[in-house]
């Protein structure tokens, strides 16, 4: 199983991605404030041992938004695919395109990027692709957002290839508005914030209220015939 975990704050981003030899891997995690403590203030980081039980590859990195600081396991930079992560930049850059032509999205259009983010739904994703130029909207995504290890698939949303270190600059990119422009960003968040039904899996699970509720993701997961293995990808805001 491959799987990768997107998490965005107002301080932090942190990416994980693992496949299924057994090992000991050091991941960072935000310690929770005492009661009572300002919540205004910068949660204190701390690092600690995790144990993965299951076979095969890990990499994770995590991103200081207020100093703009990335750290991450020696790996962080090694790409994997995206499956559905993807969506979210497809339905920001979308709207972001629409804007900048001074053209307003049909309420059709935004009910299928709901759906896109919702519920992940394949064929919205498809047209979305299509509509925001294909291969053409990745390369934007590569450029907008800074990446360096990322990779776009001739004509497959699907098979767009990112890094842990990558992870967290889209992340990033996404939350203070390059991606989706001013107008739509506060829109998009809120969607991704909606996300149900199957695509609703990770760590927002294990969150407390009124935590969960507030995280924005998108999922993404595909049984790959190349390998045999389950591909999972879980991106955070």
Known sequence: MLAAVLLITAATALAIYYVTPKQQVTVAAVKRPSPGADRGRAHALRVGTVDVPVEGFLSWSLLDRQNGRITGSPNMAEPS?????????????????????????????????????????????????????????????????????????????????????????????????????????????????????????????????????????????LLRDEDGLWHMACAWR
């Open 81 to 221: 695919d995206t499956m559905s992560m993807v969506k979210a930049w497809l339905a920001a850059d979308y709207l972001r395109v629409s804007a900048e032509k001074g053209e307003e999205p049909s309420g059709f259009r935004l009910g299928q990027l709901t759906i896109m983010i919702r519920d992940s739904d394949n064929a919205a994703a498809i047209a979305v692709y299509e509509l925001a130029g294909g291969h053409d909207s990745i390369l934007r995504m590569i450029e907008i957002c800074g990446l360096t290890d990322s990779q776009a698939h001739p004509n497959n949303w699907s098979n767009t290839v990112i890094s842990a270190r990558d992870t967290v600059r889209l992340a990033s990119c996404i939350a203070d508005g390059r991606a989706a422009g001013d107008r739509w960003t506060p829109w998009l968040l809120s969607e991704m914030r909606g996300v149900r039904g199957t695509g609703d899996f990770g760590v927002r699970r294990a969150l407390p209220e009124p935590e969960a509720s507030e995280v924005a993701i998108k999922n993404g997961w």
